[in-house]
């Protein structure tokens, strides 16, 4: 029995992250608490991180969880916990029967599944050492992925912070309060 | 990183240091308010005088940027651009009381997105460039919050924009598939080494690419966002917009053609490029005419304009090349001219900027009503200014390398345009002034930007020598 836990854990972890990356996914619209919703979207960001550690991405698997798990859930938490929303209304859905839509999506995507697994028989699978190995030396991940982001990407790296500088502050512009604004309220008080 | 690497990016780095400063001085010393554009003008001149001075050649951070003739060519143009932006848009922050340091940390942020675009011949650095500079531009566009088109044209532009840039990356990532690299230098080292490269998934790769740019260049069949984003931004913003982005991603575009074009692709990349610069400019030059307002006027000669711009690209070779970085310039300077006069108009500015509200004005404002009419007559192409020799380089070179008939419907369509552009004039000199005089406000620095810009339009039509000669030698780095 253990003997053919070891030889199989690979699948076992896969397809246990596999079901939990659906179901977690399926509760995020499953769940009329958003607060359940967004515990659920949890479950699915570590599913996800656990098939990264799968594919040897240890780098990407360790950001998954310190950006997706720990900072954006918090952040989603956050707004909920403030805006305080106990359940979300029943809206009125304009597509009376979601059954054709269902069917068009689910068979698009069995199709495009499909497709990649007929091209993967072809195609040569991804070498993992490529994922540890700089100029012919084999590091771990982590370094591997430095080495790339600071040497041979460090222009793009840098232009893309940048990018989140001005993202940041063109939303304060959007969203500051007038100055017409704030003068009446000082003249009401 | 290197010193060299650096050097290399010195202008970028006052850029970018000196709108942060800009934004900061904003909440830290807000009595400074009034010198914060003629400030960003400075910034922008003094990065203009790092690119001359520090002169760096090669390649920097490991081949993403190639510091060439070309790249200081569009660099100045940027720069020049955004000296003219920002003085325009002193008077009109204070009059719509929106007079804030964010305005000019995001032009000039904006402006470092479009000098990477220009040097690099990287994929990658090309995206997250012209992310840099759109960003940026979704925000200015939308600056003026008090106005519901101005926020219209924010929302557009960055509806579309958004659309544009997920084809691009699209592109980008087919073209990666095809050959296995982001730089255009290591495509054009394996064909000259007699590798083929073709296959649909390379040329499905670079149709994405040129539709992503058609959409920042706004060209038929992709122009539709232009002439609502250029009536509802602030002026200023739209003197920026309608020049910075399409030179930078042109200028992508030359590096591309030169990089993908003897590939075999010639056969089907050109007649694509020319059937897009034809609708352009037949659709542009006659939707004009039907304008009644002056900003969405400019925004079909817009069209119309990157369609000229085009020929050049599909004629190629150094001519054409050089034809297109003289289009540049001379676009610029006509255009820029144009938009401070519009920015002079102190109606409210969700009013239309009418065509009828200029009846008159002719002998009242000289100044604005004589550079309007130079920019005008540039635009349409009418010597002796630097909008007839641009034209005529970009046609020249078309007729050279044989594209006879599309020199021939570019020449026809400049003709439809006249009409549109002499209207204008007409409407300056030979019309009554209305009894109900719209307002108007024309502060020195709108003064100075028009009339300098009407004057380098002329000079540089009556003598185009130096010009020529930094576009020619500008072109060479791509083509021999």
């Known amino acids: ?189 | 990183m290197t010193s060299h690497d650096l050097l290399a990016i010195l202008p970028e780095l006052a850029l970018v240091l000196g709108g942060g400063v800009l934004v900061l001085a904003e909440v830290f010393a807000p009595s400074l308010r009034r010198a914060f554009g003629p400030l960003a003008a400075l910034i922008a001149l003094g990065a203009m005088l790092l690119r001359w001075t520090v002169l760096v050649d090669g390649t920097a951070f490991a081949e993403a940027l190639r510091l060439d003739e070309l790249g200081r060519f569009v660099d100045t143009y940027v720069l020049v651009a955004v000296v003219l932006a920002a003085l325009v848009a002193v008077p009109y922050l204070r009059r719509t009381k929106h007079e804030f340091g964010e305005f000019y940390g995001l032009l000039l942020w904006a402006a470092a997105g479009a000098m990477v675009m220009a040097k690099t011949d990287h994929f990658l650095v090309v995206f997250v460039g012209l992310e840099l500079l759109s960003i940026g531009l979704y925000v200015l566009n939308a600056f003026h919050r008090t106005s519901g088109i101005s926020l219209e044209a924010g929302w557009k532009y960055l509806v579309v924009g958004a659309f544009a840039a997920a084809i691009l990356l699209f592109g980008i990532a087919l073209t990666y598939g095809a050959t296995g690299t982001f730089s255009l230098a290591e495509v054009a080292a394996r064909i000259a080494n007699g590798e083929g490269l073709s296959g649909s998934l390379l040329l499905a790769g670079l149709a994405l690419i040129l539709a992503g740019f058609a959409f920042k260049l706004a060209v038929v069949p992709f122009h539709a966002w232009a002439p609502d984003v250029y009536q509802g931004s602030p002026t200023p913003v739209t003197a920026f917009l309608s020049v910075v982005p399409k030179g930078a991603v042109l200028v992508v575009l030359m590096r591309v053609s030169a990089a993908f074009v003897p590939a075999a692709l010639t056969p089907r990349w050109l007649p694509l490029l020319a059937a897009v610069a034809v609708a352009s400019m037949v659709l542009g030059n006659l939707v004009a005419i039907a304008q009644r307002d002056l900003k969405r006027m400019l925004a079909y000669s817009g069209i119309a304009h990157m369609g000229y711009a085009l020929v050049g690209l599909v004629a190629f070779g150094r001519d054409g090349l050089a034809g297109i970085l003289v289009y540049f310039a001379a676009y610029t300077l006509m255009n820029i001219a144009a938009f401070a006069v519009v920015a002079a108009f102190s109606e409210s500015e969700d009013e239309p900027h009418l065509l009828t509200d200029l009846a008159g004005q002719g002998w009242k404002r000289p100044v604005l009503s004589l550079a309007l009419s130079i920019a005008m007559f540039s635009l349409a192409g009418i010597p002796p200014t630097v909008g007839f020799t641009a034209k005529f380089l970009v046609f020249r070179a078309a007729v050279n390398e044989g594209w006879v008939w599309l020199a021939v419907v570019g020449v026809l369509a400049s003709l439809v345009s006249v009409f549109y552009y002499v209207r204008v004039v007409f409407y300056l000199y030979m019309k009554p002034l209305p009894k109900r005089e719209p307002a108007y406000s024309e502060p020195w620095s709108i003064r100075l930007v028009a009339a300098g810009c009407a004057a380098a339009v002329v000079a540089l039509g009556v003598l185009p020598a130096w010009l020529l000669e930094l576009a020619e030698a500008a072109a060479a780095t791509l083509v021999r």
């Open chain 1, 1 to 189: 029995m253990l003997d053919w836990l070891v030889a199989h854990v690979v699948p076992i972890v896969f397809y246990t992250a596999a079901v939990l990356v659906v179901a977690g996914a399926i509760g995020v619209i499953w769940f009329r608490n958003p607060i359940h919703a967004a515990l659920s979207l949890l479950a699915t960001f570590l599913a996800v991180a656990g098939l990264f550690v799968l594919q040897h991405a240890e780098f990407i698997a360790a950001v998954q969880i310190v950006v997706y798990a720990g900072g954006v859930m918090v952040l989603f938490l956050f707004v909920m916990m403030l805006v305080n929303v106990r359940t979300l209304p029943r809206e009125y859905q304009y597509v009376r029967s979601l059954l054709p839509a269902a069917v068009v999506t689910g068979g698009f995507l069995a199709a495009v599944v499909a497709a990649g697994l007929f091209a993967r028989s072809y195609l040569a699978a991804a070498d993992p050492a490529a994922l540890t190995a700089v100029e012919g030396q084999t590091m771990g991940n982590t370094e591997a992925v430095g080495w790339v982001l600071y040497r041979d990407f460090l222009l793009p790296f840098e232009v893309v912070s940048l990018v989140l500088l001005v993202a940041m502050l063109g939303a304060i512009v959007m969203g500051r309060k007038d100055r017409r604004e704030e003068d009446a309220g000082e003249e009401a008080r």
